[in-house]
């Protein structure tokens, strides 16, 4: 699965800190409509319970082992092109929280709101992700064939 790189941070708007940041990378999975986020990143985040307003509440999410119970939150994501330059603003996301370690094998899903902001396409061979905010600017990467 392809991974694009991205900021992560709790949204300011809701209480959180918005100089927190914390740097991951999602699978780009266009069948999951919930970007997931770790346990542990809710702690390098700060984030607190008690006092964050961008807590959406449970929901209840199918897996390949069925449906289970997970927490949801609001979030704010900046996708990076190269790792390093911006390729957005700050966008609300919606992450739902999943138990476990990050690099344990674990996959991040992208989300649907990810894929409301940009285009994505991959040439023959599906070795290259291309991504972009506008159409003719992902059409315009692509390798001419």
């Not at 992560?8 to 409509?33: E, K, Q």
């Not at 999410?61 to 939150?73: E, K, M, P, S, Y």
């Not at 990050?102 to 290259?128: C, D, E, K």
């Amino acid at each position: 699965m392809h991974q694009i790189p991205i900021l992560l941070r709790l949204a300011a708007r809701f209480g959180g800190d918005p100089h927190l940041v914390v740097r991951v990378s999602i699978g780009n999975d266009t069948g999951s409509n919930l970007q997931s986020l770790y346990p542990p990143e809710l702690h390098m985040l700060r984030f607190d319970p008690q006092t964050y307003q961008g807590k959406i509440g449970p929901t209840f999410v199918g897996t390949a082992n069925g449906i289970v119970r997970r927490d949801t939150i609001w979030v704010e994501i900046m996708v990076l092109k190269d790792g390093v330059t911006p390729l957005t603003d700050w966008i609300m996301e919606e992450d739902v929280v999943i138990p476990g370690q990050i690099g344990m094998g674990n996959l991040r899903l992208s989300g649907a709101y990810v894929r409301r902001h940009l285009y994505f396409a991959t040439a023959p061979g599906n070795h290259q992700l291309f991504v972009a905010q506008k159409k003719n600017g992902v059409v315009s990467q692509l390798p001419v064939v």
